[in-house]
């Protein structure tokens, strides 16, 4: 438990009032400032109204975060699952898609056994099934343990890609 409070107090006193530094009005600011926030945080609007060169000036030292990006709304559903891919095709999943009256044990064992090296890798949860799988076992709401589609990529998605700034 001490080991805890000397790392909560490093994080603490690496943060500025108590806040985040992405936060702070340097986050807004074209200007670099090596104390401030290492995200450039920019309106989508303002983005694109942004000449290239100040684009590179800012990335130079910063990640930039574009905010109110448009997109189209998509629910938690079969039919905004089927956006991201096909609802059959097999893919790699991390969790515990069959939950039963002991997945509380499992989640518990898997994280209290720091002796075991093997039993704490998370490979060991990773098994195949299909986005409708997905979806069926997160309905399921005694299943306490996250799942993770680990392959869903964009291929032939129904849905756009996110903006894509080529001069960054």
């Given amino acids: 438990m001490d080991s805890l409070r000397v ?3 490093c994080l603490e006193s690496s943060i500025p ?3 985040p530094r992405f936060h702070d009005p340097s986050a807004r600011s074209l200007n670099y400032d090596p104390e401030g926030s290492s995200i450039f ?4 609007s303002t983005f694109l109204s942004m000449h290239p060169s100040q684009i590179q000036k800012v990335f130079r030292h910063r990640h930039i975060l574009v905010s ?3 997109t189209d709304e998509m629910e938690f559903d079969l039919e905004g699952l089927s956006s991201i ?3 059959s095709k097999p893919i790699s999943i991390q969790g515990n898609m069959n939950p039963s009256a002991s ?3 499992i989640l ?3 994280i209290s056994v720091g002796a075991k ?5 998370p490979d060991n949860l990773i098994q195949t099934g299909t986005l409708r799988d997905l979806y069926t076992s997160a309905q399921d709401h005694d299943n306490p343990l996250i799942l993770n589609a680990l392959d869903c990529p964009m291929g032939n998605a129904s849905i756009p890609p996110p903006p894509s700034f080529t001069y960054v």
């Fill in 117 to 121: 090296k093997g039993d704490r890798n």
């Fill in 108 to 110: 518990l064992s898997f």
């Fill in 68 to 70: 109110n990006v448009p």
């Fill in 103 to 105: 997945s509380w044990f």
């Fill in 85 to 87: 891919g096909s609802l």
């Fill in 7 to 9: 790392i909560l107090g």
């Fill in 17 to 19: 009032e108590g806040r």
């Fill in 41 to 44: 945080i920019v309106d989508y």
